[in-house]
């Protein structure tokens, strides 16, 4: 007793090593990052894939079994087996079986791996298609060895065979023998179409004593229904239909769906996966060149004439789409959250479908008010492609080329202030507090007390709040430049915004408040009214945690204003 436990301990003890040694030799001793497991100690794992039946229904099945099929190669094991029930069968007519198993081999040659065949009562209903069996395709039960591992294929449909009686005992007589002489194999996998433990426990008695001691799994097929059980410690597994006749539905517990099978063998075990067809994929689905394809394939433009104050501005938007690819595209475009008395939008909703080739726009028109852009509604896209949802969208209204506003690059910068108040709030909270901090008109820190001192430099037009206050948080600034005007004027104002802001012209509040959580990032617009001559523009700006920057810039195509950081 003692000397047994002493044993196990240090077979123990060997393993331990062994894995230690096998992990170190590159993961640790690399430092490599990884999750710490052990690699299989097998050089002979390896995989196999079981196709269900086909028949018994399902003529009109094809697709699922197809797909599978494609999966199969995709998943590339070494070889795969069947559990039986190729073909309709039931037939005495040699042609017609012909033509069947044609029809079969067609869908099934596309694998790219061996196909070890079990018979099913479909493959084998008669004596004239036991020996079509025999002559056509070779035994009717067999076993082979495959990397350490034992196969069995056992026929059910032995009864149909000419002299089933004896046909029947030499096949009982070479399960037992074959079965005995392979008891210590890793792994010995047996397949049959009828599951016989469940149909004749008698013949199954024989070779389930066979079996004892030895590491086995069984499968069977027929029932079209997936059903798997644990018996002494061994998988029974009666598999599902690979496209054959089934009512199919969506709770995978039920098991009855169509499904293929792939088995992992690493060492003793045996690692069980039922695959449905639809999931797995080359990599090739999603080419480059497609994505490129269809982003180029939409186009938008948006015209937008800055409005004259008080009163009605006509803008459009043009959605064009070019289907340069094999498959029809389609958009379905609405404008939402439309405030009836400050916009009109003809049509607010439309439909482009293009098939492969063809090129369609549609033109949304826009009129808005002036003075009331708080409200701005929203252009909705739904993009499709091939009958699909590629992507929604929420696309903004561009009321001027954002590739061409000119950007202030220099600023007056103000002294900053702490947004009290904030300390122990949640995050939410604060960032109330610091929004409360944007009523209609210049906060209550804001007089003449504010000096515009240094001068900032706004890169790319960006100006860092963050680099200029010192990473400030929960803090309120002021900015200022001057922008020159040769006649009075309107144009378009843009702003983009970590995390809150809103600008001033010559001390009157002129935009909206803009936050970083309703923009996305992307730049807002609004109307901005400048007088002849030097205009003073300030920009009030908060930021909640983390960075804080604006960008600031105005539609002036045509270079007519002068920008200056300085009173003129
Ligand atoms: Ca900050
Ligand atoms: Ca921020
Ligand atoms: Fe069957």
Redesign the pocket.
């Known amino acids: 007793m003692y000397k047994r436990i002493f044993v196990t301990f240090f077979v123990a003890i060997l393993v331990f090593v062994n894995i230690a040694f096998s992990e170190e030799s590159f993961l640790e001793k690399g430092n490599i990052p990884s999750l710490k497991r052990v690699f299989s100690a097998d050089s002979d794992k390896f995989t196999f894939a079981i196709i269900g039946?086909k028949?018994?229904g399902g003529e009109q099945n094809w697709p699922i079994f197809d797909r599978a099929v494609e999966e199969i190669n995709l998943l590339d094991p070494d070889f795969a087996m069947t559990v039986?029930?190729h073909i309709q069968g039931y037939s005495s007519d040699v042609n017609a079986m012909e033509k069947m198993w044609k029809e079969y081999m067609e869908h099934l040659s596309v694998l790219k791996m061996p196909v070890i065949f079990v018979p099913?009562?479909?493959d084998i209903s008669n004596t004239i298609m036991y020996k079509f069996w025999q002559e056509k395709l070779g035994k009717t039960h067999f076993s082979f060895d495959y990397k350490g591992c034992h196969f069995v294929g056992i026929n059910t449909e032995e009864h149909q065979a000419p002299e089933s009686a004896t046909a029947i005992k030499e096949f009982s007589d070479f399960l037992v023998s074959d079965i005995n002489k392979n008891k210590s194999a890793k792994h010995i996998f047996i397949f049959m179409?009828?599951p016989l433990w469940l149909e004749d426990k008698g013949m199954w008695k024989n070779i389930d004593s066979a079996l004892e001691g030895s590491n086995y799994t069984v499968f069977a097929?027929?029932?079209?229904n997936l059903s798997s059980s644990i018996i002494n410690n061994h998988k029974y597994i009666v598999l599902s239909a690979t496209g054959?006749g089934l009512d199919e539905f969506p709770a995978p517990e039920i098991g009855s769906f169509h499904h293929y099978t792939v088995v992992t063998v690493d060492g003793k075990n045996a690692t069980i996966a039922i695959v449905r067809p639809g999931n797995i994929m080359p990599e090739t689905i999603s080419p480059t060149e497609l994505h490129k394809k269809l982003e180029s394939s939409v186009s938008m433009k948006f015209e937008m004439p800055v409005p004259i104050v008080k009163e009605m501005a006509t803008g459009k938007f043009t959605l064009i789409l070019n289907n340069e690819i094999a498959k029809p595209l389609k958009i379905k475009l609405n404008v939402s959250g439309i405030n009836e008395n400050l916009w009109k939008v003809t049509p607010p909703e439309t439909i482009l479908e293009t098939a492969s080739g063809e090129k369609k726009q549609a033109v949304i028109e826009f009129s808005y008010n002036a003075d009331s852009l708080s409200a701005l509604p929203k252009i909705n896209i739904e993009f499709y492609y091939d009958g699909k949802l590629l992507y929604k969208q929420e696309q903004k209204i561009e009321f001027a080329d954002t590739n061409s506003i000119r950007k202030i690059d220099k600023w007056a910068m103000g002294v900053v202030f702490d947004v009290p108040d904030v300390k122990d709030k949640t995050s939410a909270e604060a960032e109330t507090i610091v929004y409360n901090y944007f009523p209609t008109k210049l906060g209550p820190e804001v007089g003449s007390k504010i000096y515009f001192g240094t001068t900032a430099e706004a890169k790319n037009g960006m100006l860092d709040l963050d680099a200029f206050y010192e990473k400030a948080d929960y803090a309120v600034a002021y900015s200022q430049a001057y922008i020159y005007s040769s006649a009075d004027t309107t144009v378009w104002g843009a702003i983009k915004v970590d995390d809150v802001a809103s600008v001033f012209v010559n001390g009157n509040q002129s935009s909206r408040v803009f936050k970083l959580k309703d923009s996305g990032g992307q730049f807002d617009f609004f109307p901005m009214s400048l007088k002849a001559g030097w205009n003073q523009v300030m920009v009030k700006c908060a930021d909640l945690t983390g960075g804080w920057n604006f960008t600031f810039g105005l539609d002036d195509p045509q270079s007519k204003l002068k920008f200056s950081d300085k009173s003129q």
């Open positions: 039946d028949t018994g039986g029930d099913g009562n479909h179409h009828r097929g027929h029932y079209h054959a």
